[in-house]
């Protein structure tokens, strides 16, 4: 299982994020929390940015970005060349876009699942491996 996960959320994610952190350090992992704290009104642009910064000078090997929908901060986060993040509800798509993609940021929508599915879905993203085969070629050519 991967050691290090960065964090980073709009004010619609915090406090799915504060659980998540919790979960992960109970676990016996290291989360780095890129904010937001507060539930003052951010860009979750600027979220996704400091996330990819952090995959980026190798702080975290993965990542996991909230905000409302998951929608906003996963078009920004996939903007960045080394990220691939999936946008997930259910953990069937938690695990295929690690089997598949090779996602190195699993995208959750705060206000559209519930923090049981949430958890349920970083658990079996931080614990599915990447498929290879088939799938090598096709995320080769995402860039
Ligand atoms: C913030 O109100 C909301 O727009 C944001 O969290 C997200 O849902 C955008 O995609």
Redesign the pocket.
Known sequence: MTQTVALAA????VELKALLVKDLVAAGLSAVDLGTNSADSVD?PDYADRLAAALKDGRAARGILI???????SIAANRHKHIRAALCHDETTARLCREHNDANVLVL?A?VIGPEVARACLNVFLSTKFGGGRHIARVAKLG
């Open positions: 709009d004010h619609g994610g979750y905000c409302g929908t998951g929608i906003g901060i929508g206000r």
